[in-house]
């Protein structure tokens, strides 16, 4: 294929989403438009940064061409900086993400937490949004009029003295089985849309597919491809 007559002018965006079961890529256009089929490595156990960044650059090669990366990542960022990643490996507390993955590949590197990256591509940007997604653990962003502001309510108490992740996460999926794990997801989508006063929720993660109870009109559960269709939207500001 020939990338150079293709692809259409303007900067081409690696997408970038590392999960605890897989990591993904894919080439968007200046659009945000997909230009490339969606690639996937599975993460590995203890998943460190060495690891982590040796797959991205697998990944990359197998894409093809392209000016800048989008990384969603399954942790707490903080000014493209990572505070944690309970859900990898060992070695990312303060682990600069961006410039070390920016050196291997050779292209401009901007990071978000995955919830962040989630939402920039499902939301309208009307109102008051709300984000979570269900995968290994529990991520979430709040919108307001399409502005982010990243929550981490994984480690917030639910029920019975356990976190939303330990009452959502995929252990949790496991060892309650589907029907109850959605009885309990009901649950706290009744509650964050209480907490948030949210005009839509939106569920997202690889494990919304497990999602068989009826969700109420304004929540709705959304593609795991949105995960990497935000990854331009990081690029939509002068600033990370």
């Not at 256009?29 to 460190?48: F, H, M, V, Y």
């Not at 900086?81 to 590197?109: I, T, Y």
Request: charged share 20%.
């Amino acid at each position: 294929m020939d990338h150079a007559q293709s692809l259409p002018q303007g900067p081409r965006t690696l997408a970038v989403d590392i999960g605890g079961t897989g990591i993904k890529t894919i080439i968007l256009d200046p659009e945000g438009k997909p230009l490339t089929q969606r690639a996937r490595i599975p993460t590995p156990s203890r998943a460190t940064p060495k690891k982590v960044i040796s797959i991205i650059d697998e990944l990359a090669k197998l894409q093809g061409d392209f000016d800048r990366v989008s990384v969603g990542f399954p942790g707490v960022v903080h000014e493209g900086k990572l505070l944690s990643a309970p859900n990898l490996g060992p070695g990312w507390e303060h682990f600069d993400l961006a410039s070390e993955l920016s050196h291997q590949l050779g292209r401009p590197v901007r990071v978000a937490n995955d919830a962040d990256v989630q939402g920039m591509g499902c939301v309208s940007g009307q109102g008051i949004e709300l984000v979570i997604t269900v995968g290994t653990g529990l991520g979430s962003a709040l919108f307001v009029d399409g502005h982010r502001a990243h929550l981490e309510l994984s480690r917030h108490p639910f029920r019975k003295n356990r976190t939303y992740e330990e009452e959502l996460g995929h252990a949790a999926l496991r060892r309650k089985g589907v029907e109850k794990w959605n009885r309990h997801l009901l649950q706290a989508v009744t509650l964050l849309q209480a907490t948030f006063n949210s005009d839509r929720l939106y569920i997202g993660g690889g494990n919304n597919k497990f999602i068989t109870v009826k969700l109420p009109p304004n929540v709705q559960a959304v593609s795991n491809l949105e995960g990497l269709l935000g990854g331009i939207k990081l690029w939509a500001s002068p600033q990370p």
